[in-house]
């Protein structure tokens, strides 16, 4: 079997997701928490995910990125926890000649894993790319823990650095002008640069980004990570760590829906992965709110292909009531939207 899931984090959504809490079975909860609920259950509940030939996949779009509009749901939620094991934090920081490495590497609560923190291992890593001027930038414009972010990242994903540095100003790559030649910037021009740069940074991690499917493993070994980060998700998803995941993934979503290209990209997917006689099985959560086109022709291709697909459509509207799965267009619809979903 083969599994797919494309997630809209298009800024449609955000008021679908982001709604109040309700009461459910005796509990607050809102929709999102609801939402990951769901993925988290099918990753770690399925029990048709557990042979060595099942694969999953999941793709998230509306990304805010115009040149990166949808990406791998696991590899950004992995990105957001760059912990390592305690040799590998050793040779990314020995790498770069850091001295004193342990004085940079902090043990995760009980856990095995550990991350890097502080200024130091960045600005030698940017030093090294061709910006030997850069220590007071970064330790100006970036807390410990948003450093150590960072070189993890750009230490996993090189290519992406230069492309960073390019947008640093001259005086971190060529030093002081002198008085004569001296552009002064205002402190709140500099602000919004340094804000600027720090967005294309976190905007990094997902250019050249791999998309492919994983095994049950794989993706566990993902979730297991995050919880160092938010806490366990053996339990239904808090509205804490909602609050939490939310924050963290905000610099990258709520931008244009492009379901369409999305589905193509998925198709492609389904082809490459899948075998002969392999279920396949694609779940869409979306509003329905495509901004590239027509999804339906692409979708039926898709389950003409043999791929059952499963529509959640979320609206703004609060219900209780047992839903139901249709597999064909209800005439009392009224939503244009709904229909407008696989």
Same mark, same amino acid.
């Given at each position: 079997?083969?599994?797919?899931?494309?997630?809209?984090?298009?800024?449609?959504?955000?008021?679908?997701?982001?709604?109040?809490?309700?009461?459910?079975?005796?509990?607050?909860?809102?929709?999102?928490?609801?939402?990951?609920?769901?993925?988290?259950?099918?990753?770690?509940?399925?029990?048709?995910?557990?042979?060595?030939?099942?694969?999953?996949?999941?793709?998230?779009?509306?990304?805010?990125?115009?040149?990166?509009?949808?990406?791998?749901?696991?590899?950004?939620?992995?990105?957001? &926890?760059? #912990?390592?094991?305690?040799?590998?934090?050793? @040779? !990314?920081?020995?790498?770069?000649?850091? %001295?004193?490495? /342990? +004085?940079?590497?902090?043990?995760?609560?009980?856990?095995?894993?550990?991350?890097?923190?502080?200024?130091?291992?960045?600005?030698?890593?940017?030093?090294?790319?061709?910006?030997?001027?850069?220590?007071?930038?970064?330790?100006?414009?970036?807390?410990?823990?948003?450093?150590?972010?960072?070189?993890?990242?750009?230490?996993?994903?090189?290519?992406?650095?230069?492309?960073?540095?390019?947008?640093?100003?001259?005086?971190?790559?060529?030093?002081?002008?002198?008085?004569?030649?001296?552009?002064?910037?205002?402190?709140?021009?500099?602000?919004?640069?340094?804000?600027?740069?720090?967005?294309?940074?976190?905007?990094?991690?997902?250019?050249?980004?791999?998309?492919?499917?994983?095994?049950? &493993?794989? #993706?566990?070994?993902?979730?297991?990570?995050? @919880? !160092?980060?938010?806490?366990?998700?053996? %339990?239904?998803? /808090? +509205?804490?760590?909602?609050?939490?995941?939310?924050?963290?993934?905000?610099?990258?979503?709520?931008?244009?829906?492009?379901?369409?290209?999305?589905?193509?990209?998925?198709?492609?997917?389904?082809?490459?992965?899948?075998?002969?006689?392999?279920?396949?099985?694609?779940?869409?959560?979306?509003?329905?709110?495509?901004?590239?086109?027509?999804?339906?022709?692409?979708?039926?291709?898709?389950?003409?292909?043999?791929?059952?697909?499963?529509?959640?459509?979320?609206?703004?509207?609060?219900?209780?009531?047992?839903?139901?799965?249709?597999?064909?267009?209800?005439?009392?619809?009224?939503?244009?939207?709904?229909?407008?979903?696989?």
């Amino acid at each position: 079997m083969i599994t797919g899931v494309l997630m809209d984090v298009s800024g449609s959504m955000k008021s679908k997701l982001n709604l109040d809490a309700v009461k459910f079975d005796k509990e607050e909860v809102t929709r999102a928490q609801t939402v990951f609920n769901t993925i988290f259950d099918l990753i770690k509940e399925d029990n048709s995910f557990r042979r060595a030939d099942e694969k999953m996949f999941a793709l998230a779009f509306g990304l805010v990125n115009e040149e990166v509009r949808f990406c791998d749901l696991i590899t950004l939620l992995d990105c957001l &926890e760059p #912990v390592c094991d305690i040799n590998t934090c050793r @040779s !990314l920081l020995a790498k770069y000649n850091i %001295k004193n490495v /342990s +004085s940079y590497i902090k043990r995760c609560d009980n856990s095995q894993m550990h991350r890097i923190v502080g200024h130091e291992p960045l600005i030698q890593m940017v030093i090294e790319g061709g910006a030997p001027y850069c220590r007071q930038y970064i330790q100006e414009h970036l807390s410990e823990e948003d450093a150590g972010f960072l070189f993890v990242n750009f230490a996993k994903r090189s290519d992406s650095l230069p492309k960073v540095i390019q947008e640093l100003p001259y005086a971190c790559k060529y030093g002081v002008l002198s008085v004569a030649t001296k552009v002064v910037v205002p402190k709140s021009e500099e602000k919004r640069i340094a804000s600027k740069i720090v967005k294309m940074a976190q905007d990094s991690l997902l250019w050249d980004q791999k998309k492919k499917a994983r095994s049950r &493993e794989e #993706v566990i070994a993902v979730i297991d990570k995050l @919880s !160092l980060r938010y806490g366990s998700f053996s %339990k239904p998803f /808090s +509205s804490e760590q909602l609050r939490k995941l939310l924050a963290d993934i905000n610099p990258y979503i709520y931008g244009q829906t492009p379901m369409c290209e999305t589905l193509r990209f998925t198709q492609k997917m389904f082809e490459v992965h899948s075998k002969e006689g392999q279920i396949k099985v694609l779940l869409i959560i979306s509003d329905g709110d495509a901004t590239d086109g027509d999804p339906v022709p692409l979708a039926k291709s898709i389950r003409n292909s043999g791929v059952t697909i499963i529509s959640c459509l979320l609206t703004e509207e609060q219900t209780l009531k047992p839903k139901i799965l249709y597999d064909k267009e209800d005439e009392k619809w009224y939503e244009q939207h709904a229909k407008c979903l696989p």
